[in-house]
Every structure is written in structure tokens, then in C-alpha cells.
């Protein structure tokens, strides 16, 4: 009697934690959702696209921009085998399975589609920082060479002492040197940050 008293409260501790999950999943979903659902490209743009109405949309209006977007054109142009391959794969499979997961309301009858409250758990996700255009080091130092060729032509045309020359040139290789430091360690920092 004593082992069934015993493992009574385990297997409600158990109930309780599974509810628990259930609660939990049901209001947010796990990681391995949010991944499973943000792999395929489709998916993504239709997550895009209903943040950027942030209203119900149609499901062949939510096909001409996604099938522009997977054919690098405008809906304008599209044919209709193409707007018809991404019209079924999103009716038949991306749609139901976003509904099923609940990030989405996709009613089949009617062709409607609206974002839910859960897609907010997939932001963080879908979002990508802008990132910080490359700077063009090529010009740092072109213009850092340009400066040697103007340092020496002027010191060809003014007739320059040579010790005059040589401190002249000498700051423009301490300019591209400076140059080098600071882009080598902007370098470091980035894949320190990556």
C-alpha cells in the first residue's frame, strides 16, 4: 500500500508537469518548431509578407508575392504555371502546416490567411539585423597611394632637397601603415564578433 501511496503523488507530479508543457507549447512554441518552420524559404515569406499587411490577406495575392520573390520578377509579370506552383505547395502544404502549428489562421474555404499572436515568438528568428556595409578598404588605400605618387611628383617638380623627399614620403608610408593597423584590428573585431 505504502509503494502505491508513493508512486500516486509521482504520477500526478507527472500529470501536472505534462499540463504544464501542454500549456506551454500551446501559448509559445518550442525552438525545434520555430526552426522546423522558418527552413523553408516559403514559410519565411509568408511570415514577411502577413507582418508587412499586418491584415488578412488572400491566398493568391499571398502567391503572386511569394512566387515573385522565389522568380526574381514582379507579380505583374509572372506566368500562371508559375503563380499556380506556388499557389498549390502554399494551399496544399506550407499554409496547413503553419495553421496546425498556429502561427497562422488559414481558412481553406474562403482562401484567407491572418497572422497570430504566436508569430511573435518566430520574430526574433525571422529578423536579421541590418548589417554594416563592408567598408571599401581598397579606397583607404588607393587614396593613401595617391598621395605617395603626389608627395614625389611634387618633390620631382619643386626640385626638393632629398632629406625634404625622404621625411615627405616617409609620413605617407606612416599614413598607410596607420591605415593597415586600423584595418587589421576593425578585422579582429569582427570575427571576434562572429
Not at 611634387?154 to 626638393?160: E, G, K, R, T, W
Amino acid at each position: 500500500m505504502s509503494e502505491q501511496s508513493a508512486a500516486t503523488p509521482d504520477s500526478q507530479n507527472d500529470s501536472t508537469s505534462d499540463d504544464a508543457t501542454q500549456q506551454q507549447t500551446e501559448t509559445e512554441p518550442s525552438l525545434d518548431v520555430i526552426f522546423e518552420t522558418l527552413k523553408n524559404s516559403r514559410r519565411r515569406e509568408v511570415l514577411h509578407f502577413l507582418r508587412e499587411r499586418d491584415e488578412r490577406v488572400s491566398l493568391g495575392e499571398l502567391a503572386e508575392h511569394v512566387a515573385a520573390i522565389e522568380n526574381d520578377t514582379t507579380t505583374d509579370a509572372l506566368t500562371s504555371s508559375q503563380r499556380k506552383r506556388v499557389y498549390v505547395g502554399l494551399y496544399q502544404c506550407h499554409l496547413p502546416k503553419m495553421d496546425d502549428i498556429g502561427v497562422v489562421e488559414f481558412n481553406q474555404d474562403r482562401g484567407h490567411i491572418t497572422l497570430t499572436d504566436k508569430a511573435d515568438a518566430f520574430e526574433e528568428y525571422l529578423d536579421r539585423p541590418e548589417a554594416e556595409p563592408d567598408r571599401q578598404w581598397y579606397r583607404y588605400y588607393a587614396g593613401v597611394s595617391l598621395l605617395g605618387v603626389a608627395v614625389l611628383a611634387a618633390a620631382v617638380a619643386l626640385s626638393l632637397p632629398g632629406s625634404i623627399v625622404l621625411g615627405l614620403f616617409a609620413g605617407v608610408i606612416g599614413v598607410g601603415g596607420a591605415c593597415s593597423v586600423y584595418h587589421w584590428s576593425t578585422e579582429r573585431e569582427q570575427e571576434a564578433d562572429d
